[in-house]
Structures are given as structure tokens and as C-alpha cells.
């Protein structure tokens, strides 16, 4: 089965960089759609960036747009989410997810795997 598995949260200046990773230490993903979600305090858990099982094609929130970039290396079961350029307003638990489709997915309805979330915290 997927077991997915977060890491590289931590707390940053505004402005600053990190970098998430998704590890699937389970069956392998090549064909899942793979999704960053976060939730903010008092906020629902949105989608904030999703790639298709190949990489051939991106999904970004308008509000992460220029400034996230998602990746995965099927290879090593692994997705990314490199945040650049952080906001206090991105301060949130991080999940990775898994859909079982190749093509991407935007409701958080259409996955089915997750990760136990990492938290990021961005001061001003």
C-alpha cells in the first residue's frame, strides 16, 4: 500500500526558503496524481499545488503562484514542494497526498493516501 511520510517543515523568516519532501516508503506512486494540502488555524484544508502522476503537468493555488514549485522523482518514491519567497500567511500543516488516477486532481475528495503533515511556521 501508499504510506506516505512529510519532512522539512520548521520555521523561517518571511521571505525565506523551504523545502518539503513526501516519501512513499509503500508500494510505488509512478501512476498516482500527488498533492501538497495545508490547513491553516480556523481555515479548511485546501489544496495548495498537485502534479501529475509523470510530472507532465502542475496545479498551483493562485495564492502560491510564482513562488511554489512542485516536483517528484518517481524513481525515488519522492515529491517536493520547494516554498520560496514565505509569507506569514503560509504558516500551516503541510500534508502530502495520493490519488489514485494519473491524471491530476484538485478536490480533496479525489485522494486517497496521506501523510501524517509537517508543520511550517513563517514569522514576520
Known amino acids: 500500500q501508499v504510506q506516505l511520510a512529510e519532512s522539512g517543515g520548521g520555521l523561517v523568516q518571511a521571505g525565506g526558503s523551504l523545502r518539503l519532501s513526501c516519501a512513499n516508503s509503500g508500494r510505488t506512486f509512478s501512476r498516482n496524481c500527488m498533492g501538497w494540502f495545508r490547513q491553516a488555524p480556523g481555515k479548511e484544508r485546501e489544496l495548495v499545488a498537485a502534479?501529475?502522476?509523470?510530472?507532465?503537468?502542475?496545479y498551483y493555488a493562485d495564492s502560491v503562484k510564482g513562488r511554489f514549485t512542485i516536483s517528484r522523482d518517481n524513481a525515488v518514491n519522492t515529491m517536493y514542494l520547494q516554498m520560496n519567497s514565505l509569507k506569514p500567511e503560509d504558516t500551516a500543516v503541510y500534508f502530502c497526498?495520493?490519488?489514485?488516477?494519473?491524471?491530476?486532481?484538485?478536490?480533496?475528495?479525489?485522494?486517497?493516501?496521506w501523510g501524517q503533515g509537517t508543520q511550517v511556521t513563517v514569522s514576520s
Open positions: 497526498a495520493a490519488a489514485d488516477t494519473i491524471m491530476i486532481r484538485t478536490s480533496i475528495r479525489g485522494y486517497q493516501y
Open positions: 502534479i501529475t502522476w509523470n510530472g507532465g503537468s502542475t
